[in-house]
């Protein structure tokens, strides 16, 4: 059994002591069914005005900064991630949301993963994982610890210790040669893809949620048979759309103009197309052989069969128009 740890202390005390009379409250999709629950809990204890944001929340590289000013509000309560934006605006508090998982399934998975890694005669382990599940993070440390194993943790570039982002995979890079394998704790497989690009080692992916331990294995060649496809077409390509994302974390104007320019080298049309919402139904009435995506990885990477013209990014460009080698793949990270 899991439960979503939903605590509002931290935003009424901002809320108090800015003397906020009017927030903005920002919610990922899971948590718009406790709307209700926390506008009524957060107006009883502050007198404020709350708004809910309906528009979907893609992460802390999400801000609603605009929304804000429009509004005319204090403050945003940002739910569900630690702060990712280098710019601090101040007016943004951030909300994370964690998982408590039971106990007894903390205790299981342990006991699990102690198997699987003497079998492998494995003695040195870095743990990272999303931001969601730190308290199992934080259980596995003492526990593996416990059982004689030595743990390591990194941190990345804009995240917490053991803390890993799609777009930035610091918090294993940096303890590529300490570890000899890496256990990431999540769930799904955007999150562990960069692991995969960034480290050859054996990695061991625990769900706390499905209550599961795999190693994983295969995904990184899966993601490139595709990702190879996406190129060759975009080698045929002669007329190429750069989107760019207005979300303060996602925005990469002068890389988009740097890749406008390098596809105009090499003799074929290039045009810019900016946007909040990246979605393939915003642009299919554009004549465009391929789309080159400057904005969160997950788009390239999630959406691309959605897409009905090639959907690559800035690295996979550069194949593309023979400027990097096709042995080179690199997993593109945001920031």
């Not at 918090?171 to 999540?186: L, R, W």
Request: include cysteine; hydrophobic fraction near 40%.
């Amino acid at each position: 059994m899991s439960e979503l740890i939903l605590d509002l202390s931290e935003g009424i005390q901002e809320i108090q002591k800015q003397k906020a009379k009017r927030v903005v409250i920002q919610l990922p999709e899971g948590l718009k069914v406790k709307s209700f629950e926390i506008v009524n809990e957060i107006q009883t204890q502050t007198g404020a005005q709350c708004i809910v944001l309906c528009d979907p929340v893609f992460g802390a590289c999400d801000l609603a900064e605009y929304e804000r000013n429009q509004l005319k509000a204090d403050i945003i309560l940002h739910f569900g991630h630690t702060q990712f934006v280098k710019k601090d605006f101040g007016k943004t508090i951030y909300i994370p949301l964690l998982y408590e998982i039971d106990s007894r399934v903390e205790e299981k998975l342990g006991n699990e993963l102690v198997k699987k890694l003497q079998k492998e005669k494995i003695k040195t382990i870095g743990i990272s994982g999303v931001i969601q599940f730190k308290p199992t993070i934080e259980f596995l440390k003492k526990y593996l610890t416990q059982q004689g194993l030595e743990i390591k943790t990194g941190k990345g570039k804009l995240t917490g210790e053991a803390q890993l982002l799609g777009c930035d995979a610091l918090s294993v890079k940096s303890i590529e040669n300490q570890v000899d394998c890496i256990v990431y704790v999540g769930d799904g497989n955007f999150h562990s893809l960069p692991i995969q690009f960034t480290l050859d080692k054996k990695i061991f992916a625990l769900n706390p949620l499905n209550e599961t331990i795999e190693e994983l294995k295969g995904d990184k060649e899966r993601y490139l048979r595709q990702r190879y496809g996406l190129i060759a077409l975009a080698q045929r390509a002669q007329k190429f759309g750069i989107l760019v994302s207005l979300k303060e974390g996602q925005y990469r104007i002068e890389l988009a103009l740097q890749l406008k320019k390098t596809i105009e080298q090499t003799g074929k049309q290039a045009y810019v197309f900016a946007a909040d919402l990246i979605l393939p139904e915003f642009f299919i009435g554009l004549d465009i052989d391929c789309f080159v995506c400057t904005a969160c990885p997950r788009i390239s990477i999630e959406d691309a069969k959605k897409w009905k013209k090639p959907l690559i990014n800035g690295i996979e460009l550069e194949m593309a128009l023979g400027k990097r080698s096709m042995e080179n793949y690199i997993f593109e990270e945001l920031i």
